[in-house]
Structure formats: C-alpha cells, structure tokens
C-alpha cells in the first residue's frame, strides 16, 4: 500500500502543470457504484483494430487516448470501469479521451498492445495507456501506467484526479 501510495504521487508530480481538472464527484465511495459491476472487455474484439481506431477518432477529435489493458476477472479493472462510467464523471471522460479496453486475458494475449509504449508484460491490470493520437506516444510514465492496478484502495475521486492528469 505504501509503495502504491509513493507510486501515485510521483505520477502526479509527472503531471503536466495544466492538466484540466477532473469533475468533483459526489460518490465518495465505490459502494455507491451501480451492481453489478460491468464487464468492460470483449474477449472476442480485435484489439489491435479497436486501439487503431480509437487513436484515429482520438486524432480528428482532438482528445487523448487511453488503451486500458484488462481482464473481467480482475476487480479493480470492473471499479475502474463502473467509476468511468458514473455520470459525474462519463461526460468529462467522453470530451477529454477517446477509451478502448484491450481483454489480456490471463496475461495470454493482446500484451505486444503495451509492449508497443515500452511495457512487455504489466505488472497488474488495469494497465491505463494516457497515448498522444498525434505522435502515438506513451505520455504517462512507464511506472504510472499500472497506478490504478489497486484502484480498490482508492476512492471515486482520486480514480478522476489520476484520469485528470494529462488532459488540457
């Protein structure tokens, strides 16, 4: 936890000086997220179309990237998904980033997908990706993108101040 901790405010400290704020949320907890929790991954889409995609759109809107590299069997991956997917936090999330979840199954497949931003195998999932569309670039630090792979440790909140860090 303490590793976490130190962890998260050193990719906070990476963070661009205008980062764009992230909504306050009035959920203070993750017991206040819908039920079931979703199912964000789609164990059957071509992951490599989706990110080219999403990085396409992300480029003619003007937005950022997040790959999200997960697994439906993994909760911090469903609390992760179920807060992005608040309605105090969806609209902010849709006018900043343009979001596409790679399923790495068991750690069996779609990892070359991370492997492309300098990160062969992630040491926890949700692995989040921040990627400029422009230049295809990784803009978090390698060591931030699995941050949130504890995301069950944090609140609501904290989960969109991280998101907030590389927006404009």
């Known amino acids: ?23 306050r949320l009035p959920e203070a907890s993750f017991a206040a ?17 989706d990110v080219t995609a999403a990085i ?13 590299l997960g697994g439906n069997w993994c909760p911090d991956c469903r609390i992760l998904a179920a807060t992005m997917a608040l309605p105090s936090l ?9 979001l596409v ?26 692995a989040l990706f921040i990627v400029d569309p422009r230049t295809n670039k990784l803009l978090n630090p390698t060591t931030s993108v699995t941050a949130l792979s504890d995301a069950r440790s944090m609140t609501p909140q904290a989960l969109a101040d991280w998101l907030a860090q590389w927006t404009k």
């Open 1 to 23: 936890m303490r590793f976490f901790l130190a962890a998260a405010a050193a990719a906070l400290v990476a963070a661009p000086a205008m980062a764009a704020p992230a909504p």
């Open 101 to 126: 979840t790679v399923d790495v199954g068991r750690y069996t497949k779609n990892l070359d997908i991370g492997a492309t931003y300098g990160v062969t195998r992630p040491k926890g999932v949700p």
């Open 56 to 68: 396409a759109r992300a480029k003619k809107e003007h937005k950022l990237v997040i790959v999200d």
């Open 90 to 98: 969806n609209p902010w999330l849709k006018k900043h980033y343009e």
């Open 33 to 49: 997220l819908p039920q079931p929790l979703p199912l964000p991954y789609d164990e059957a889409a071509d992951a490599h179309k």
